[in-house]
């Protein structure tokens, strides 16, 4: 079936630092591709999302890009800040059928100042 | 717009006890979700509803967990008897196409 893999955290690192999330799909046919964020004690917020090979999302400085060649759907930031401190869910959408989300198991960030 | 509002936030039961979860989906979106997202894990969908009905129920656990969505707006999960593994956050999600969902601020159970 369908699936979502990202990369374990913790991940952590200083205020204006690179981030790069990476995240990996199987799917049978062309989903959509989702990142939503998650802040302690709230629910998932909608961070970006992408509906077809090649097509890049980008939000709040955060941003990427739908690869159909290698599965993949890196969540991307040039410049972190503390306020980025959160877990990151990337997930698809089957778009057979249900549309129901798969989502990956999430990768915490910490930024320090 | 107002956003999914859930209730209550929190809960502690015993095991074996009952407990259900209220959710009021975005104005208009006749998509609803369930999801469990146990701690450390990301949501597993538990139902989805089309209006009132029923579209997938898959990865419910049917002996125990029962969920209604009467008129098509709000709905309720419920939980009887409920195990120590239920302890989790009930997240509920609405969509008004078949692409983003989004989500409610979770009810956290806890089950001793």
């Known amino acids: 079936g369908d699936s979502v893999t990202q990369m374990e955290g913790p991940v952590t690192l200083s205020e204006e630092a690179f981030l790069t999330i990476n995240c990996t799909y199987t799917?049978?046919?062309?989903?959509?591709l989702f990142w939503y964020v998650q802040y302690p004690g709230e629910g998932l917020q909608l961070l970006l999302k992408?509906?077809?090979?090649?097509d890049k999302g980008s939000n709040k400085g955060f941003e990427a890009t739908y690869r159909k060649e290698t599965t993949s759907f890196h969540l991307e930031k040039g410049s972190v800040q503390v306020s980025d401190s959160a877990v990151y869910f990337c997930a698809l959408s089957d778009q057979t059928g249900t549309y129901k989300y798969i989502f990956g198991t999430g990768t915490r960030l910490k930024v320090l100042a | 717009e107002a956003g999914v509002a859930q209730s209550p936030r929190y809960k502690i039961i015993e095991k074996r006890q009952s407990v259900a979860f209220w959710c009021n989906p975005i104005?208009?979106?006749?998509?609803l979700y369930w999801y469990q997202q146990i701690l450390g894990q990301g949501p597993k969908l538990l139902i989805q509803?089309?209006?009132?009905?029923?579209?997938?129920d898959s990865q419910l656990p049917k002996d125990r967990f029962s969920a209604e969505r009467l008129k098509g707006v709000d709905s309720t999960l419920k939980i009887q008897p409920a195990k120590l593994e239920d302890s989790a956050v009930y997240l509920c999600?609405?969509?008004?196409?078949?692409?983003?969902?989004?989500f409610g601020p979770g009810t956290r159970l806890t089950v001793l």
């Open positions: 999600a609405s969509s008004l196409t078949a692409d983003t969902q989004y």
């Open positions: 509803f089309q209006n009132n009905g029923v579209v997938d």
């Open positions: 104005s208009g979106h006749a998509t």
């Open positions: 992408a509906t077809k090979a090649d």
């Open positions: 799917a049978t046919g062309y989903p959509s």
